[in-house]
């Protein structure tokens, strides 16, 4: 059911819905903290609570931290640093940040890990890591790494290797909401040597109502992930008690900043008007790479999960590509654990320790070793790489696989590989006014039940197959598909000023093996808002890796709705006409094998 959460839940639910889900949303960054103690097999350090005071999004901001100093460090011997900050609803306590402290200290770094603003024991409103707020108070903390500030005790950092006066040699690593936090600072602050954001967002328009056909109309509302997430962070005064006003901003809106809780009403609202939604929009982006990566320059190690339904690999493709067009250093890895889940044997684990054994873990150590130590002889890795579930370990590119096959939608059901071979013909199916499409619930753990498998009710949804494989097939990118679609009850109502009105659709990739079980890779869908049912689109689809077998099939299904998402308004017919044109197509990204 979509409700508007910030009018209508009373807040006594509010507050059980966020206990209860607090951990489920958080599990894919909490991973578990290496053994207690300060004796390491790589030397000792000692770790000092510390906190700042700070100007930040117009607001004097507490900054609870801890500073991780290697045992033999000193301004004699000055060692760079490491700066991180939690994921959403997490803090410097839990098991990601810190570990992630205690592992560079032990390989000789300064380590600074500090609660985000309006998270732990921090103080102001959560501001979804906006430049001007998240990223100025991160950029005081690098102040302090360079002597120039000294925290609330007067402790003073005399330890940190510098570049010149008031220039530390600095990076930063984290994930999800840690790892937007390190674009934001390096946007505002070019003293931020080195970045390694895992997991993260380009654009949290897109992450949180997509639209795989055009970035600039409204897309789907992702309700269950940003209601999640609504709920946790108004919760988070409760969670930790604080009599620091900062941390309240109204009873209309606890927790967050303003603009933030005006976006969660809209989207639940269903209703889409011109003015409304262009602020919506403005006010994502604003908080979003896609708005400020043209001011970054330091060096970035991007690290994107491949499950991952909240902020998908196209993400992180849309963020590496715009920086390497600027020259900026960038490189890419593909991992398998995103926020949906996914973690791998010998993938990367802070919590296990495993940075020298996992290929993501070394490319990390590589990558601080150049930048941070200033070894040129450090190897930074390809400028690509993907994991490669039960094949030999990583592959590796120069850049991302461009598409490089194209198969076209057949009247009758098929997935062509040439377009003579399209039989004329026209297929329809409707929406309800129920979901009838089920991809994910990022909430089903939250309650305790199992996920159930992806499926299609039967006359709500098209699909388009290919032959069985002669040979195995591997994709690694985005496909992309060009639809056109006839809808007259939506093309009535699509000009009405409300974007709502227009047509929502579902693209999606399955594997079907012979026995004609279907698999959702990783349960990634591309939910459109059509623009305009009388031209044809192009669909984006989130990228993945997978490799389909010899004798399995690959299958392209539009449906009307998807249980994890908003839905059309009213019932809408749809007909998808086949003639062998270009109107019609699917376009793969493969890196070894044929299909047709």
């Not at 970035?215 to 409760?238: C, H, I, S």
């Amino acid at each position: 059911m979509e409700v508007p959460v910030s009018r209508a839940v009373p807040r006594s639910r509010k507050v059980l819905a966020l206990v209860a889900g607090a951990a489920a949303l958080a599990a894919p960054l909490a991973l578990a903290a290496p053994a207690s103690g300060a004796e390491t097999a790589a030397g000792a350090y000692t770790v000092t609570p510390l906190r700042f005071t700070v100007e930040a999004g117009g607001r004097s901001c507490a900054v609870d931290a801890d500073l991780y100093r290697p045992a033999g460090v000193d301004a004699e011997h000055p060692a760079p640093a490491v700066l991180a900050t939690n994921g959403f609803g997490g803090s410097k306590n839990d098991g990601s940040t810190d570990a992630i402290g205690k592992a560079f200290a032990e390989r000789g770094y300064v380590g600074l890990v500090y609660s985000g603003l309006g998270f732990g024991k921090s103080g102001c409103l959560i501001s979804l890591d906006a430049p001007e707020t998240d990223g100025r108070a991160a950029a005081r903390l690098v102040d302090f790494l360079a002597g120039a500030l000294a925290a609330d005790d007067g402790t003073r950092a005399d330890f940190v290797t510098r570049d010149g006066a008031g220039d530390p040699r600095v990076g930063m690593i984290g994930g999800s909401y840690g790892g937007a936090v390190q674009l934001a600072t390096a946007s505002v602050d070019p003293r931020v040597d080195a970045l390694v954001p895992l997991i993260t967002w380009n654009d949290l328009a897109y992450s949180l109502a997509p639209n795989a056909a055009d970035r600039d109309t409204p897309g789907v509302f992702k309700w269950q992930w940003a209601n999640g997430f609504y709920l946790m962070g108004e919760g988070q005064p409760l969670l930790v008690p604080s009599l620091d006003p900062s941390r309240i901003n109204s009873l209309g809106c606890l927790h967050f900043v303003t603009d933030a809780c005006d976006t969660v009403r809209l989207l639940n609202s269903g209703r889409y008007p011109k003015a409304a939604t262009e602020k919506m929009l403005a006010y994502a982006r604003s908080v979003s790479p896609v708005s400020y990566v043209d001011r970054i320059t330091a060096p970035t190690l991007l690290v994107q999960g491949q499950a991952d339904t909240l902020f998908n690999l196209n993400e992180a493709r849309a963020t590496y590509d715009r920086l390497r067009e600027r020259g900026v250093d960038t490189r890419m890895i593909w991992q398998s654990w995103g926020h949906s889940g996914g973690q791998k044997p010998g993938e990367l684990d802070l919590g296990q320790g495993n940075l020298e054994s996992s290929y993501v873990g070394q490319r990390i150590l590589g990558w601080f070793d150049r930048y941070l130590r200033r070894n040129t002889a450090a190897d930074t890795g390809p400028a690509f790489a993907w994991y490669r579930e039960g094949q030999s370990g990583y592959g590796t590119a120069d850049g991302v696989p461009a598409l490089s096959r194209r198969l076209y939608l057949s009247g009758d059901g098929k997935l062509v590989d040439n377009r003579a071979k399209v039989a004329e013909g026209s297929r329809r199916y409707s929406n309800w006014l129920v979901p009838t499409s089920h991809s994910e619930s990022s909430l089903a753990g939250t309650i305790g039940l199992p996920d159930p498998r992806p499926y299609d009710t039967p006359g709500t949804y098209l699909g388009w197959t290919t032959a069985p494989l002669t040979a195995p097939v591997d994709l690694v990118g985005a496909p992309k598909a060009t639809l056109k679609v006839d809808s007259p009850a939506a093309e009535r109502v699509q000009d009405s000023g409300d974007a709502a009105d227009k047509l929502v659709l579902f693209a999606k990739l399955y594997d079907v093996a012979p026995d004609g079980t279907k698999t959702l890779v990783n349960r990634l869908v591309a939910p459109v808002r059509v623009p305009d049912v009388t031209r044809p689109f192009t669909v984006e689809l989130p990228a993945v890796v997978h490799r389909y077998e010899t004798g399995h099939r690959l299958e392209l299904v539009i449906a009307a709705s998807d249980t994890a998402y908003s839905g059309n308004r009213g019932v809408k017919p749809v007909t998808v006409a086949s003639a062998p044109d270009d109107t019609g197509t699917l376009e793969l990204p493969l890196v070894q094998g044929t299909v047709g």
